[in-house]
């Protein structure tokens, strides 16, 4: 199981970090990745990373902007989130698959998301 946290309501240009907390199934055989979807949109693969050996891929919406990370000792993935824009609205969901990948076929074990709202 998978659950996510930290989403709130941000000015643009501020920040957040998001947390995904695993629990059933220990990190570092897995890829954990972040995806997004705003209303009306499909969902989109936003970052992901390696839990056993820490590569990452971010889609060229967030790229220089936001960062994912691990904590495999509390079995957590984080994304923190800067320069935010109105167009990060949206609810941000985790999930794990066995590759590397920002396509969300490959990802199974969905949390049930936190809202993310950049506005002014």
């Known amino acids: 199981q998978l659950v996510e946290s930290g989403g709130d309501l941000v000015q643009p240009g501020g920040s957040l970090r998001l947390s995904c907390a695993a629990s059933g199934f220990r990190l570092g055989y897995f890829t954990i990745g972040w995806f997004r979807q705003a209303p009306g949109k499909e969902r989109e693969g936003v970052a992901c990373?390696?839990?056993?050996?820490?590569?990452?891929l971010y889609s060229d919406s967030v790229k220089g902007r936001f960062t994912i990370s691990k904590d495999n000792a509390k079995n957590t993935v984080y994304l923190q989130m800067n320069s935010l824009k109105p167009e990060d609205t949206g609810v941000y969901y985790c999930?794990?698959?066995?590759?590397?990948?920002?396509?969300?076929?490959?990802?199974?074990?969905w949390g049930q998301g936190t809202q993310v709202t950049v506005s002014s």
């Open positions: 999930a794990a698959a066995r590759l590397l990948s920002l396509d969300s076929a490959e990802y199974t074990n």
């Open positions: 990373i390696r839990t056993g050996g820490g590569s990452t």
